[in-house]
């Protein structure tokens, strides 16, 4: 959701530099001047948005992380038991003589 936000502000962006030239009350130098100052500003908000996002990713990928390693290590305790059950297990009917 917040991705498409991000799309929209910069089609806005768009939009509206398109509607400043055609209705700019000013000369070309300065409405260059203009246009130039508001792409840095949404320059300077796609890198804030960029790093962010880059962040969250960050942030998702070390949660994952924990939960697989939670997960692994709940498998191995769960092999290690059961070969402690099967090693007690065997080794009780080992002593018992065969009929």
Not at 19 to 28: K, Q
Not at 36 to 51: F, P, Q, T
């Amino acid at each position: 959701m917040s991705e498409s936000k991000g799309l929209w502000f910069m089609a806005g962006l768009g939009v509206g530099a398109a509607v400043a030239l055609l209705f700019a009350p000013r000369s070309g130098e300065e409405t260059r001047q203009m246009l130039s100052e508001k792409a840095g500003e949404g320059r300077e908000v796609l890198g804030r948005k960029a790093e962010e996002y880059r962040q969250q990713a960050i942030a998702y990928m070390d949660r994952g992380r924990e939960v697989f390693n939670r997960q692994v290590d709940q498998f191995q305790a769960a092999v290690d038991a059961g070969k402690q059950a099967f090693k007690e297990s065997s080794s009780g009917t080992g002593s018992e003589p065969l009929r």
